[in-house]
């Protein structure tokens, strides 16, 4: 009791100390801003600085305390990329950034006579340098954004192999029936695009306990291309590898261009205002408004990643539009919608659904018109258990198992032309045997060396004399 009584009053005491430390030093800042207010305008300062390493570009954001103008220039040998940001303040931040395993060797920065602050990029190889201004959003405020660029690569889309003409990946997705295969085990590989969400500057959701999406969902993509890379007939692909932020176009053009990808699949853990939503979710584009306010605003959510993660204005997302493009873009939708729901039967066993059906909104990531694409929800990260088991490994690999199940059923019963399992198809509804005149079940058993209790069963049969001429039977596998 004495302790708690001694406590409060120390605590008191604190708050009135603290209480006239405020006061006075909200004074002295209000005598400063009087007398310098007058002379110059406020310096800006870099309160932070992120660095985010992609495969072919490293990107440095500034947080800034307000907008500030710049010009930006590079110099060689050694490499380095100048920016002089005029009226800004050095701060700590620009000592303290955490650079590593990216083409940056540091970073400096000086006051410079003239009042500007100048940052120096040290590099250790000659880079492409783009820079933009981002206006306030979500979580951040002004941000000066740096992009480092491999010399002669495009964003996201950069090192793409040029295939030669006879490889069957490199043609478009609807020109692809015409090509010819021919016997079981041949074919191409089905390439399924994993798409994690969010990355970089963009963090996703965040759950109650910190827990950002980004990373869960990246855990997520990695583990369904573990279960999809031992599938024999299917190459998965990372559309992000590590914590950067990409472009929601340039992950739709990366699965096409640079993968040629038969589906795209996007993955995602959103929060909701109402914590106790919950359960998983799988969505296919809409181009007729929501199936649901969830999906609604979900929708919204997700499309707000290029502000968020930052994308220059003049890379806004432009969609064709032309009668081709409805007519693709109605027949991949059709197949979104089937393998969408095939994924989230498959979830349903594993995890608590939000919905039976599956859901349609108009997500900017999903509208390719040529692959079919869907953006799943493992769970909402907002809801403390489940983002408690969204965290865990035993349950990540129960989703990605299912989310897999769901994909390779899909592509079972409908594999794109040309591929190993179409062969595998055709080579499977090609067992099927019209009975002829005269002929026995135990014949056809021995023809095709399946056991006659077997068939029976496989074609729900209970007497061997219950068939007739013409009839078809299925026949099972030896
Ligand atoms: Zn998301």
Redesign the pocket.
């Known amino acids: 009791m004495r302790l708690g009584k001694a406590l409060k009053k120390s605590v008191k005491m604190q708050l009135q100390t603290s209480w006239i430390g405020a006061t006075l030093a909200r004074l002295s800042l209000l005598l400063a801003a009087l007398i310098v207010a007058p002379l110059l305008p406020a310096a800006e300062q870099i309160s932070s600085v992120r660095v985010w390493n992609a495969p072919d570009n490293t990107r440095v954001v500034f947080d800034l305390t307000g907008p500030v103008t710049h010009q930006l220039f590079t110099l060689n040998a050694p490499d380095r990329v100048v920016i002089d940001i005029p009226n800004a303040e050095k701060t700590r931040a620009l000592d303290l950034v955490d650079f590593k395993g990216g083409p940056l060797v540091n970073v400096r920065s000086a006051a410079q006579a003239n009042g500007d602050l100048r940052v120096v990029l040290d590099l250790d190889r000659r880079l492409n340098p783009k820079s933009f201004l981002l206006k306030p959003s979500d979580q951040y405020g002004h941000r000066l954004v740096i992009d480092l660029e491999q010399v002669g690569a495009k964003a996201g889309t950069a090192a793409r192999p040029q295939a030669p003409a006879a490889a069957p990946v490199s043609q478009p997705k609807s020109y692809s029936t015409a090509k010819s295969y021919s016997t079981m085990g041949s074919g191409r590989d089905i390439v399924v695009a994993i798409d994690a ?2 990355g970089g500057e963009d963090p ?2 965040i759950g109650p306990s910190g827990t950002r ?1 980004k990373d869960i969902v990246l855990q997520i993509s990695r583990r369904i291309y573990n279960v999809l890379k031992v599938e024999q007939g299917i190459k998965p692909v990372l559309i992000r590898t590590g914590d950067y932020f990409v472009p929601l176009a340039t992950r739709r053009e990366m699965a096409r261009r640079k993968y040629n990808a038969d589906l795209f699949v996007s993955v ?1 853990a ?1 929060a909701f205002d109402n914590h106790r939503a919950r359960g998983a979710s799988v969505f296919a584009l809409s181009r007729r408004g929501a199936t649901s306010t969830l999906a609604r605003v979900l929708a919204e959510k ?1 499309n707000q990643s290029d502000a968020i993660g930052g994308v220059q204005i003049n890379n806004a997302d432009e969609m064709v539009t032309s009668v081709i493009y409805d007519l693709a873009m109605e027949g991949s939708m059709e197949h979104s919608i089937k393998v969408g729901s095939m994924v989230l039967r498959e979830m349903g066993g594993v995890t608590h659904l939000h919905k039976k059906q599956l859901e349609q909104a108009g997500f900017a990531v999903l509208k390719s018109p040529d692959i079919p694409s869907i953006l799943v929800e493992t769970g909402f990260i907002s809801n403390p258990t489940e983002e408690r088991n969204l965290k865990s490994q035993d349950h990540q690999v129960k989703l990605s198992r299912a989310i897999g199940r769901g994909i390779i059923a899909y592509f079972d019963q409908h594999p794109p032309p040309g591929t190993y399992f179409a062969a595998r198809k055709q080579q499977r509804d090609a067992q099927q045997h019209r009975i002829a005149r005269g002929e026995t079940l135990s014949e056809i058993a021995q023809r095709y060396r399946v056991d006659l209790a077997a068939l029976m069963q496989y074609n729900q049969l209970t007497t061997t004399d219950l068939i007739r001429e013409g009839q078809v039977l299925r026949i099972p596998h030896s």
């Open positions: 969400g969010h996703g959701a999406e995602h959103d997700e």
